[in-house]
């Protein structure tokens, strides 16, 4: 295999299609993993719970130390657990936070990232649902949180820096609207969406291009958007927000198709 290749476990981009790794036996070191996440879900651990260091043993696990020490570097990789020595210490369950597995799922479309249209072929389908299922949910310190995000590109800019920052406030709504979903993979997958453009060379370099009409376009979408959702009409935020993604997304395309488009 090619130092450069990917592992035998790995999934890999091969051209614009993801190869996944073939299904293999379960190893032990694996299984005992598994053991022990099954073992942290069945009690209820939580994140800076302590596990019984029984439910370690060799003999508990009927494994090889060897093997137990394999599966608990696995867990400790996977950000599961985490150990402390001296007084106190010991294993402890610990929890990969949203930022930290969007930073792995990042580094996978690192060298052949998602074109726009697909990054917008889902981002079609999800938010007008999003949105949807917000409508007559949100209180006053939602709205507020909005307000917020909309005040940071409510007004000319500056200059040149600050429109680029205005440009990636506005795409910050879109991400804070996701963060009051009750459906956390709905959330994770708009978030890292979001994530996807703002990484984008192409992006951030059409996010970098004076054009006031963008923020006035923005901004009245999503002023009559609020209104909606106060308002409980979740099927005129649907309607409203496919609209959205499918303006922006002729922007996009027609933006990136006069620059060098991004591999991948």
């Given at each position: 295999?090619?130092?450069?290749?990917?592992?035998?476990?790995?999934?890999?981009?091969?051209?614009?299609?993801?190869?996944?790794?073939?299904?293999?036996?379960?190893?032990?070191?694996?299984?005992?993993?598994?053991?022990?996440?099954?073992?942290?879900?069945?009690?209820?651990?939580?994140?800076?719970?302590?596990?019984?260091?029984?439910?370690?043993?060799?003999?508990?696990?009927?494994?090889?130390?060897?093997?137990?020490?394999?599966?608990?570097?696995?867990?400790?990789?996977?950000?599961?657990?985490?150990?402390?020595?001296?007084?106190?210490?010991?294993?402890?369950?610990?929890?990969?936070?949203?930022?930290?597995?969007?930073?792995?799922?990042?580094?996978?479309?690192?060298?052949?990232?998602?074109?726009?249209?697909?990054?917008?072929?889902?981002?079609?389908?999800?938010?007008?649902?999003?949105?949807?299922?917000?409508?007559?949910?949100?209180?006053?310190?939602?709205?507020?949180?909005?307000?917020?995000?909309?005040?940071?590109?409510?007004?000319?800019?500056?200059?040149?820096?600050?429109?680029?920052q205005q440009r990636l406030s506005e795409l910050d709504f879109h991400s804070v609207l996701a963060g009051f979903s009750d459906n956390r993979l709905l959330t994770f997958a708009c978030v890292f969406l979001h994530r996807l453009l703002r990484?984008?060379?192409?992006?951030?370099?059409?996010?970098?291009?004076?054009?006031?009409?963008?923020?006035?376009?923005?901004?009245?979408?999503?002023?009559?958007?609020?209104?909606?959702?106060?308002?409980?009409?979740?099927?005129?935020?649907?309607?409203?927000?496919?609209?959205?993604?499918?303006?922006?997304?002729?922007y996009m395309l027609a933006r990136a198709a006069i620059r060098q488009p991004e591999g991948g």
């Amino acid at each position: 295999m090619r130092p450069d290749a990917p592992g035998a476990d790995e999934p890999a981009w091969v051209g614009e299609r993801l190869e996944l790794p073939p299904r293999r036996p379960t190893r032990r070191a694996d299984a005992i993993a598994q053991q022990i996440r099954d073992l942290i879900a069945a009690h209820g651990l939580r994140p800076g719970d302590r596990i019984p260091q029984e439910w370690l043993s060799e003999a508990h696990l009927q494994a090889a130390k060897g093997t137990v020490r394999e599966a608990l570097k696995a867990l400790k990789t996977q950000g599961l657990i985490k150990t402390r020595t001296g007084p106190g210490g010991g294993v402890f369950v610990s929890a990969l936070s949203a930022g930290q597995a969007m930073d792995l799922l990042s580094n996978l479309f690192l060298f052949s990232r998602p074109s726009l249209s697909e990054i917008y072929a889902l981002r079609k389908l999800l938010e007008p649902e999003l949105v949807a299922g917000l409508a007559g949910r949100l209180d006053e310190a939602d709205y507020a949180h909005l307000q917020e995000t909309i005040r940071l590109y409510d007004h000319a800019p500056a200059d040149a820096e600050e429109e680029f920052q205005q440009r990636l406030s506005e795409l910050d709504f879109h991400s804070v609207l996701a963060g009051f979903s009750d459906n956390r993979l709905l959330t994770f997958a708009c978030v890292f969406l979001h994530r996807l453009l703002r990484e984008m060379a192409v992006c951030r370099a059409i996010y970098a291009t004076p054009n006031p009409q963008l923020r006035e376009t923005a901004l009245n979408y999503q002023v009559r958007l609020m209104r909606l959702l106060k308002v409980g009409d979740a099927e005129g935020a649907r309607s409203l927000m496919a609209e959205h993604m499918a303006e922006a997304e002729r922007y996009m395309l027609a933006r990136a198709a006069i620059r060098q488009p991004e591999g991948g």
